[in-house]
């Protein structure tokens, strides 16, 4: 899907509708808006239900102050415009206020996206603009006062966030990423104390350039390929449906019966993968006309190292990332299942998924087939895409009861030596 080529009234209802069902807003709650390039404003309507809303439910404001549509526009309209006045560079404006990003403005605190470097890449600058009652010229004046000054993450006093980019699509993959990170944050302060990475750090892995690959012209895609394309996907939009991946973060992929691999592309939006998005590497070389996952160095290094490695996954769930985030080791040892599925887990700094890959690689094995990376990601290998899949949900799945168990105040008992020793024989674990 080419966001790009949308009318604006599509951009916001299939936004709005990610909003919604996603639990980020409310059925009338938050707002949308994009400016055209002569200046017409496009805006998610007052009091329609946000979770069956329909392109000729956006109204326009014209440049001139008219109203145009079947609706009255949201009442923080004022808002929108204000910040258009003041950042005429800006295309797009969201408003919302999830849970977790509501729970940090009634503390009047901000998430701490240093903990996880792609938030803080995402939302760069973030500051906070005064209560003011919602619809007032006052709120706007607030809202607006910050903007001007350059910042493009605006948090509200006991009311949620505002962010403006040069896109729809852009804001939103910054408010699903600090949306992310507050959830991050709630649950790493039940498990320990979040570390974050330092400014320095944090544009040194991120703005290291990977020297492109070599392309190759394919012609053809055997069977083989076509059937694990499709797959892929299917299993790529669940990861992203059940929170597991965000928009532009999250890798598949899978080794063909030749020894070259598929994977997912750079900076694509997850939950619209098609099949043909799929990138094909093959002897160092990338599909022409495609940019694969930053991740494919890594991904290359275990396959190279590791024959019975058919599936490789890299993902982000907020639960286990909790552990990863405040460097707390995770233990497997919860229920049989995870510890079948998931063994023993180990914890990695993140200079090895950007710098030191074959160490990383070396250390991961079919017998130790999940790490977790500090301030990164999650790692699950498989001998298919389902085993790989099923891992990544079990540790998520196991994250979250462990930190359920922690609000209840007792100690967690796990299963003893003696047990796993008995599911390594039973379950012919190596």
Known sequence: MDFRMMHPADQIVTIMNRLYYYGMTTTTGGNLSVRDGDGTVWISPSGVDKGSLRREDIVRITPEGEIVGHHKPSVEYPFHLAIYRHRPDLRAVLHAHPPALV????????????????????????????????????????????????????????????????????????????????????????????????????????????????????????????????????????????????????????????????????????????????????????????IPSRAHKLHEQIYRLHPDVKTIINAHPPHIMAFAVTHTDFDARLIPESYIALREILRCPIEETHLYQERLAQKLSLSTPVAMVENDCVIALGTSLLNAFDRLEVIEYSAKSVIEASRLGEKIVPISDAEVSELKAAFSLQ
């Not at 607006?144 to 993959?173: K, P, Q, W, Y």
């Not at 076509?226 to 059940?242: G, K, Q, T």
């Open 103 to 290: 729970a940090f403005s009634i503390v009047r605190k901000i998430p701490d996206t240093t903990i996880y470097p792609d938030a803080h890449r995402l939302c760069g600058k973030i500051e906070y603009a005064t209560y003011a009652c919602p619809g007032s010229s006052r709120l706007g004046e607030n809202i607006a006062a910050r903007f001007a000054a350059g910042v493009n993450t605006v948090m509200l006093e006991n009311h949620g966030v505002v962010i403006g980019s040069d896109s729809l699509f852009s804001a939103f993959m910054s408010f699903e990423a600090l949306d992310y990170c507050a959830r991050l944050e709630t649950n790493a302060r039940t498990v320990g104390t979040p570390v974050g990475i330092s400014e320095k750090d944090i544009a040194f892995y991120y703005n290291k350039v990977t020297a492109p690959l070599d392309e190759f012209i394919q012609t053809e895609y055997s069977s083989e390929e076509r059937s694990l394309r499709r797959d892929m996907c299917a299993l790529i939009v669940r990861a992203y449906e059940n929170r597991l991946f965000t928009s532009d973060q999250g890798t598949f992929s899978c080794r063909l019966d030749d020894g070259s691999f598929v994977i997912t592309p750079h900076a694509k939006d997850r939950k619209y993968l098609e099949p043909e998005d799929l990138v094909h590497v093959k002897a160092g070389m990338a599909e022409a006309g495609k």
